[in-house]
């Protein structure tokens, strides 16, 4: 009938008439309403259990299926009395847990990132670094620490990626519907939404402040995307990682300095605030701001304070995943903003530049951020390391050694990552106490007790359901993208289930090596189509729409699936999201990570995988070069052999090929009478007893507070007490130092004539310097000699320190002698250095003011 009416006939207007809950029901809006659900098994299966098959179309996403509950469905719950009794214990426990939210205490922190990685419903990440912060703010739920984390909410996030038949990536940019995510509005004491401003050229861009609450801590996302902004400014918080240079400046103006006023307005002052990778790095200069114009403090004075309250975490050593904006930029950006600090534009400059004098070279947000931060970190202790040779260059007059850039290695959310059939026999067999105490080894090597045969039925089991999985996802992208029945019937029909079977899943950049496995092509033929010992290869990855390089890697791989000889045996997978890790980290047999190293950071994809009893096969960079031990998994050696990339790649890949066909598919492979791998159990057990534990978030989030929070709140509480009269004290003695500095002048100095003669085994090494210190008192100055050993021509590695002690002080002048015996032989090269000493200050670099002798 009414196809037969006109247009002009019919007045309709649009009505969306929302489904009631009944009150029985509504605790399921309040569960869906807390990521906390998706790490705990009995809520997740109680919302799944409201109708599988939709949850999954769905994406996972409880908000929206709870918004469909119509009638029908909830009379049928309601008449459930299973899944009722389910929903009341369910509510019971997060209500216990969410009752402990007020207990919170100890060190407060501030939390800051670009990107958090919570679950496959919230598009608020691209990858590792916000998998990570996603997280740690589950395990800060769990060990209910006072902390508030900061992030932007994304209309588009990060893409959504298609692989067409030829192997090229489209990126898919879905929007999110905010109704259907887990957040509130934040609201004013009056009621209003609470909005915070950011001054942009000519204009203020405003943002609303919305609270995704993860179990007991709060994320707090800012969304310039509505009517009072401008086109431009709203597309601030559309995507994540888009846009250019000055779209990225201006999102990481809105996330530091907004992300700040959020904090303020809320009456959160934190004692630590801790940024997570550069791009929240002008949180700082918020900060500053607030020291100035509250405080009354002068900027030297706020800067100290702003630095004692900081920690920055530096996530990468590639530079492409560093932000270096130039002047010119910043300029209308800053300019008044900075004026505003009373800050000098070219001192503020300097801060962002390694050498300040160099005006051609961009602000780097990293440098800025180890300016204003006392404590600064790396991801591993590799990673440590090599930040340290790369800021190097800061901190003029030490070698990379010496530096105050620590780490912590990255670690994995046990909740969130464990399968459920791992999880009840862990729970079964080591106790449920381990979990409040998850690094204790004492717990997991309980592993050792479980028969050969229950750990092979676990992996079975998760391994058909990834392969299940694995033909589902082939079947459906397969054909969305047009290829034959025929291809996608012969490659699910080749899948074998008890092939042994290899995952590589990341981002693809070019530095993770994805084409080492195809450098030979007929000797991967081989290793898969061996009737005996089947080998399954599966691929996943997006690579940014920037990156050309790591596209052309994936229509590579993608393409090589296609022929005959590799179909059913190379697979790739397309749209890599936290769900497919999940299914992919606990269903594959082994992990494989190729890296250059030492450019990977940490990685933590193989961590979950350890957890899964799912061994690892890595290059020894990153966290595995920590995690790696004998007979829990396979390495590429850490050295490198060549520095001409190519040949190493070559050779890396030979020993890729070689490890495989000698060691791990033989070990796979070599079953007993009852089919039963015992080897390749052992090595089960051992990565799960020895490798997992290690790597656990509690373990990340204790290290933070034990290495870094702790000590950070404790200088910044002695540094504000008594209305900053340390703050004030230290940069009164800064000011005469860096006055007097240039003035100190060597009268007289004796040291042994190490040229013509050695130094005996056992006959202590003698120096004495006489100075002068102008109005320096000998109090104000230390002077140490170093032993250095010479690694190469511009590598100098610190063996011994010792500092030269007062002998006599006389007016302006002061006698500094030592007598060391160095207890080692060989060749060393010595020098003595002269520095400001002072115990308010943080580090010896803090004053960038030193002197060799
Ligand atoms: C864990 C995870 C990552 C990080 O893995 P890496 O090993 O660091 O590359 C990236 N993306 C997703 C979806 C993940 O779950």
């Known amino acids: 009938m009414i196809g037969e009416l006109k247009d002009t006939n019919i007045k309709l207007k649009r009505i969306f008439i929302e489904p009631k809950l009944p009150a029985a029901l509504e605790p399921l809006n309040k569960l869906a309403h807390n990521i906390w659900w998706s790490w705990n098994k009995d809520a997740t299966d109680l919302i799944e259990s409201i109708d599988p098959k939709r949850f999954v179309e769905l994406n996972y ?20 009395k299973g899944f009722m009794s389910k929903l009341k214990k369910v509510v019971q426990d997060f209500d216990r847990y969410m009752d402990k939210k007020s207990s919170q205490k100890g060190t407060s922190i501030a939390y800051f990132s670009m990107e958090y990685g919570l679950h496959i419903s919230l598009k608020l990440y691209s990858g590792g670094l916000g998998v990570l912060a996603g997280d740690y703010l589950k395990e800060a739920s769990d060990e209910n620490s006072n902390l508030s984390a900061v992030g932007l909410l994304y209309r588009y996030g990060y893409f959504t990626q298609g692989i067409s038949m030829h192997g090229e990536q489209i990126n898919n940019y879905p929007p999110q519907e905010f109704t259907k995510l887990p957040i509130e509005p934040v609201r004013t004491s009056s009621g209003d939404w609470l909005k915070i401003s950011v001054n942009m050229p000519g204009r203020t861009v405003q943002a609303k402040v919305w609270k995704l609450p993860v179990g007991r801590i709060d994320l707090y996302l800012l969304d310039t995307d509505f009517d009072e902004n401008n086109w431009e400014d709203r597309t601030l918080t559309h995507h994540l990682y888009g846009g250019d240079n000055e779209h990225r400046l201006k999102q990481e103006i809105l ?40 405080e009354n403090l002068s ?94 260059g800061l901190f003029p007059g030490y070698t990379s050694q010496e530096l105050h850039i620590g780490y912590v290695t990255n670690s994995v959310h046990y909740p969130t990552w464990i399968a459920d059939e791992w999880h009840d026999l862990y729970t079964k067999t080591f106790g449920t106490k381990f979990l409040r105490d998850q690094a204790n080894k004492t717990y ?23 392969l299940d999985y694995v033909r589902e996802t082939i079947q459906r992208d397969f054909t969305k993208r047009g290829e034959s029945p025929r291809t996608i019937f012969d490659i699910t029909n080749k899948l074998n289930d008890d092939a042994l079977v290899f995952g590589f899943a990341r981002r693809f950049a070019t530095y993770k090596r ?42 590579h791989i993608v393409n090589i699936s296609k022929e005959p000889e590799f179909q059913g045996k190379i697979i790739f997978l397309q749209n890599y999201n936290m769900e497919m890790a999940k299914t992919l980290v606990q269903g594959v047999d082994i992990w494989l990570n190729t ?28 966290w595995w070069a920590e995690g790696f031990r004998d007979n829990a998994g396979w390495a590429l050696p850490e050295e490198r052999t060549f520095a001409e990339q190519n040949m190493q790649d070559e050779l890396d890949s030979e020993s890729i090929y070689n490890i495989m066909e000698q060691s791990i598919i033989p070990t796979y492979f070599d079953r007993d009478a009852g089919g039963i791998s015992t080897s390749w159990v052992e090595y089960i057990k051992q990565i799960i007893a020895e490798v997992a534990p290690e790597f656990t978030m509690q373990r990340m989030l204790h290290d933070y507070y034990d290495r870094f929070y702790v000590k950070v709140h404790e200088r910044g ?46 006959k202590p090494f003698e120096a004495s310097f006489k100075l002068f210190l102008g109005s320096l008192s000998a109090e104000d100055v230390g002077i140490e000699v170093v032993f250095f050993k010479r690694k190469s021509e ?18 302006h002048t002061a006698t500094f002698a030592c007598k060391v015996d160095p207890q080692v032989s060989g060749v060393y090269e010595y020098g003595f250095r002269l520095f400001p000493k002072n115990e308010l200050l943080a580090h010896r670099q803090d004053l960038n003011l030193v002197q060799w002798l």
Not at 275 to 280: D, I, K, S, T
Not at 613 to 619: E, K, L
Not at 743 to 749: F, K, N, P, R
């Open 61 to 80: 996403n409880p908000v929206a299926l709870v918004k469909e509950i119509d009638a029908t469905t909830s009379q049928r719950l309601l008449e459930d």
């Open 255 to 294: 996330l530091g300095i907004g992300g700040v006023r959020v904090l303020n307005a809320l009456g959160i002052k934190a004692d630590v605030y801790h940024c997570n990778e550069g791009h929240a790095a002008f949180n700082g200069l918020e900060r500053l701001g607030d020291y100035i114009h509250q």
């Open 299 to 392: 900027y030297p004075e706020a800067l100290e304070m702003v630095r004692a309250t900081s920690l920055f975490t530096t996530h990468t050593p590639v530079p492409a995943g560093h932000d270096y904006f130039t002047e010119e930029l910043m300029r209308p950006y800053l300019y008044a903003y900075i004026a505003e600090l009373g800050i000098p534009w070219d001192q503020f400059i300097a801060l962002g530049r390694k050498d300040k004098e160099n005006h051609h070279e961009q602000f780097s947000m990293s440098h800025l951020a180890i300016r204003l931060s006392q404590e600064v970190n790396g991801v591993s202790k590799l990673h440590g390391l090599v930040s340290q040779k790369m800021f190097n």
């Open 444 to 466: 997991w090597r309980k592993i050792h007790q479980v028969p050969a045969q229950e750990i092979m039925e676990i992996r079975k089991v998760l391994k058909k359901r990834l």
């Open 514 to 555: 994805a084409h080492l496995l195809f450098s030979n092509k007929e000797r991967l033929a081989a290793l898969v189509n061996n009737p005996d010992r089947p080998v399954i290869f599966l691929f996943a990855g997006k690579a940014h729409p920037a990156d050309g390089g790591g596209q052309g890697l994936i229509r």
């Open 595 to 622: 890296p250059t190293r030492p450019q990977e950071a940490s990685g933590t994809s193989g961590m979950k995988a350890a957890m899964n009893g799912v061994m690892n096969f890595s290059v020894l960079d990153g």
């Open 717 to 762: 509480q002695k540094l504000r007490s008594k209305q900053y009269a340390a703050t004030v004290e230290l940069n009164k003695w800064r000011e005469k130092v860096i006055h007097a500095w240039d003035a100190i002048e060597v009268l007289d100095s004796q040291v042994m004539d190490t040229d013509n003669h050695p130094l005996p085994t056992g």
């Open 794 to 811: 511009d590598e100098l590695v610190p063996q011994l320190t010792k500092e030269l002690e007062v002998k006599k002080v006389n007016g």
